[in-house]
């Protein structure tokens, strides 16, 4: 198909480029935000979950950047460590990240309850499978591996220090779409739980769909979720919606299981014409 076709394309869907944790996998996306707040603590210096969450969907190294220029952060590392944070220490920080991630990673690889069922369902539509990530790549192939083993294969996937820049930077999508040789961007979904995730997929000219409840925005483990009060639930539901749809989300489901029928729509809207 030439370059006016592509222009001018009018669907199908394509392929949707899902994130990892709190996604498809890592329920509450809680393997990430435990080791920064260990991290930190092994500084002297104590960091909340809701700091440890705030910049999540980043690069792990910009994202432990972030919490340390944090007003209450950098207070509380001046007062403990002597000095202004570096990026000596910043680099000391994520060195010490590493490990600890890589060490937990496989105890928090579960699928999310609907991933293979959706996944599945979008292969028979022959659309492709294509996957991001703030983890880097030896964290990347833990992930795999894991998926792997519970029958998650995608067609490409990304971690951040395989570009330039990550998230929320479309650089990571822009990779994923090229080694699926899939074009024009509006005929890729992006899915994600974070607004950086929201972020990459705008950049990129792709659709952006939000997964609020199984992701960081709640945080939550499944067991934790079901076992909220309802109207707490739907009140931290809620935010979470609001959340992402502030970051430009076209569309915001609870999880990964609902979005066969939004793809039903961004086809019917790329049908009349209709962009991201």
């Not at 919490?67 to 000391?92: C, K, L, N, Y």
């Not at 105890?107 to 959706?118: F, H, Q, V």
């Not at 899939?182 to 972020?199: A, L, M, N, Q």
């Amino acid at each position: 198909m030439g370059t006016s076709a592509r222009a001018g394309y009018r669907g199908p869907v394509q392929a949707v480029i899902f994130d990892w944790a709190g996604t498809t996998v890592d329920f509450g996306s809680l393997a990430p935000a435990v080791v920064f707040i260990e991290v930190f603590r092994r500084r002297g210096v104590d960091i909340t979950m809701q700091q440890a969450r705030e910049p999540m969907g980043l690069a792990k190294r910009l994202h432990i950047k972030m919490i340390t220029e944090m007003p209450s952060v950098a207070s509380r590392w001046r007062e403990v460590v002597g000095h202004p944070v570096t990026e000596e220490d910043i680099d000391s920080l994520y060195a010490e990240f590493i490990p600890l991630q890589l060490d937990c990673l496989s105890r928090y690889a579960d699928l999310i309850p609907g991933t293979l069922e959706t996944v599945d369902a979008l292969r028979k539509q022959n659309i492709k499978i294509g996957s991001t990530t703030g983890y880097n790549r030896e964290m990347l192939e833990i992930l795999l591996r894991e998926g792997k083993a519970r029958g998650f294969e995608p067609d490409s996937s990304v971690c951040a220090s395989d570009v330039p820049a990550g998230r929320p930077h479309p650089w990571m999508a822009v990779r994923a779409a090229a080694e699926m040789q899939v074009y024009p961007f509006h005929s890729i979904v992006k899915v994600g739980d974070t607004v950086p995730d929201i972020g990459e997929g705008l950049n990129a000219g792709t659709w952006t769909v939000g997964t609020a409840e199984t992701g960081n925005e709640v945080g939550l483990s499944l067991a934790d979720l079901e076992a909220l009060d309802p109207n707490l639930r739907a009140r931290m539901r809620a935010r979470a919606r609001e959340r992402l749809s502030e970051a430009g989300a076209h569309y915001v489901i609870d999880g990964v299981s609902e979005l066969p029928p939004i793809l039903e729509d961004i086809n019917a809207r790329l049908a009349k014409g209709d962009r991201p």
